[in-house]
């Protein structure tokens, strides 16, 4: 079984993805470029939405365990005002991710904070706020890349573990599947497999053998079942490619329904 990237790996994914983001920022032929799969927005609102939320997270994190975001910290993401200049916005960004990383280093990994999602499968803890911080991140990256023309795939190391991060923290729940129940699974060609199963119950990921490896696994239970990279999955997932951009099996109008679900907080 695949274990998790561990605490210190999550760290230095979170800087180095930003160095990737920040890189992309600084060779780009301006700040008001559109981003495309962020529509409405400009690079520079990218990179304000990717340093303020750093900070955002890192007050959650300092503030320990609580019901919902410090109070301070949503008035002061509200009224966030980050340099216009290039080079100072890179650095505000910079400062931005250490904040965010001296915070969670200083915190550990199982340091209780609140956080949105359910923590069925995703503590609500430093570590979880670093894994989720990995992969906001790296889909950021990918859509600073696109505003500046090509998006470069995604390491895979990090798109294994955003398909399932994505799986266990966003579509994670108890409140009950409104259709019949029914199981999507999701095949990277990497040799990694989920199955995201939904009903009454409400909605739970758990892995399962690869296609190829799938001695005894009941893979025909899935009402729709998505393959390709595991890169490809995330950004699918992200909803920055459509469904028909990837191989799928089965019901592909599922996959519509689990787009449009809307589970009670």
């Known amino acids: 079984m ?11 994914l979170i800087d180095e993805r930003s160095i990737a983001f920040r ?11 559109p981003v495309p799969t962020c ?3 400009t690079l520079f609102d990218l990179v304000k939405h990717l340093g303020g939320g750093d900070r955002f997270w890192a007050a959650i994190v300092g503030a320990g365990p609580a019901d919902g975001p410090p109070a301070e910290a949503v008035a002061a993401r509200a009224a966030l005002e980050p340099p216009q200049e290039r080079e100072a916005l890179v650095a505000w960004l910079a400062a931005s991710t ?14 209780a904070c609140w956080a949105w999602w359910s923590d069925l499968q995703t503590p609500r803890t430093a570590g979880g706020v670093a894994r989720h911080r990995v992969q906001e991140t790296t889909v950021h990256t990918y859509d600073a890349q696109l505003a500046g023309g090509t ?3 995604l390491p895979v190391d990090v798109a294994l573990d955003g398909v399932e991060e994505f799986l266990f923290s966003v579509c994670a729940t108890s409140s009950p599947w409104p259709h019949k129940p029914t199981a999507f699974d999701f095949h ?8 995201l199963t939904v009903d009454g119950d409400g909605a739970r990921t758990t892995r399962i053998a690869s296609p ?7 893979l025909d239970a899935a009402g729709a079942a998505v393959h390709g990279t595991a890169g490809e999955l995330v950004v699918y997932l992200y909803d920055r490619i459509p469904a028909a951009s990837l191989r799928v099996d089965g019901d592909a109008g599922l996959l519509d329904l689990l787009r449009a679900w809307e589970p009670e907080a």
Do not use: C, H, I, Y
């Not at 600084?26 to 470029?33: F, I, M, R, S, V």
């Not at 969670?104 to 199982?110: I, K, T, V």
């Open 151 to 153: 998006a470069q795939p």
């Open 98 to 111: 250490e904040v965010l990383l001296t915070t969670l280093r200083e915190a550990g990994p199982d340091a």
């Open 39 to 41: 529509p409405g927005w």
């Open 2 to 12: 695949e274990k998790n990237l561990e605490f210190p790996e999550l760290l230095r």
């Open 23 to 33: 890189a992309v920022v600084a060779a780009a032929p301006g700040l008001d470029a």
């Open 212 to 218: 190829t490896a799938a001695a005894g696994e009941d």
């Open 188 to 195: 990277a060609t990497e040799g990694r497999s989920w199955r």
